[in-house]
T-cell receptor, first 109, second 115 residues
Framework: GQNIDQPTEMTATEGAIVQINCTYQ??????LFWYQQHAGEAPTFLSY??LDGLEEKGRFSSFLSRSKGYSYLLLKELQMKDSASYLC??????????WGAGTKLIIKP | ETGVTQTPRHLVMGMTNKKSLKCEQH?????MYWYKQSAKKPLELMFV???????ENNSVPSRFSPECPNSSHLFLHLHTLQPEDSALYLC??????????????FGPGTRLTVL
């Protein structure tokens, strides 16, 4: 079967750095998405990785290792507004999107 | 501001009611999606429409009936639902409809409670 694993919940401190991991076992790979979802709101696109390496976008970076079936989202200089759920999703060989259950990130002052 | 809107935002219905969820996208996209989101579970894809044609129906019970009258509007008609259908129903759109390796833009969802 196809599976995406990410931690259910993480806690971090304002101003710090946090890394949210995502591991996947899918039939093929055609890219990996990260979305952010604040409580009661729409998921919003953060990043898309299809090649190995680190993609940096302001305070947020996303890393991919296809050989390890692994990605992480790195959030720097955490702000209270970063409290949200972070969803990892992989595009498989049939171009179907396989979603993880999401990681709820709690930021404390 | 979002390019994808959904109404209503909250809905409470009995098991014998009939109701409809509405989604509208203002992004000029060609594909639209319905998802079910339950607490602590992955998003479940229900239906995909590409250029107003249904291209995917993921074994969804017939008590959910989608309708896509044009590329900007998507409906989900509900009848004789069960309490386990209570969830957040999300609509999304993407520019292309050929597969899902395309960034999806989501609406805020309808929080559905079935009594």
């Amino acid at each position: 079967g196809q599976n995406i694993d990410q931690p259910t919940e993480m806690t971090a401190t304002e101003g710090a750095i946090v890394q949210i991991n995502c591991t996947y076992q899918t039939s093929g790979f055609n890219g990996l998405f990260w979305y952010q979802q604040h409580a009661g709101e729409a998921p919003t696109f953060l990043s898309y990785n299809v090649l190995d390496g680190l993609e940096e976008k302001g305070r947020f970076s996303s890393f991919l290792s296809r050989s390890k079936g692994y990605s992480y989202l790195l959030l720097k200089e955490l702000q209270m507004k970063d409290s949200a759920s972070y969803l990892c999703a992989v595009v498989d060989s049939n171009y179907q999107l396989i979603w993880g259950a999401g990681t709820k990130l709690i930021i404390k002052p | 501001e979002t390019g994808v809107t959904q109404t209503p935002r909250h809905l409470v219905m009995g098991m014998t009611n009939k109701k409809s969820l509405k989604c509208e996208q203002h992004l000029g996209h060609n594909a639209m999606y319905w998802y079910k989101q339950s607490a602590k579970k992955p998003l479940e894809l229900m239906f995909v429409y590409s250029l107003e044609e249904r291209v995917e129906n993921n074994s969804v019970p017939s008590r959910f009936s989608p309708e896509c009258p044009n590329s900007s509007h998507l409906f989900l008609h509900l009848h004789t639902l069960q309490p386990e259908d209570s969830a957040l129903y999300l609509c999304a759109s993407s520019l292309k409809g050929d597969g899902q390796a395309d960034t999806q833009y989501f609406g805020p969802g309808t929080r559905l409670t079935v009594l």
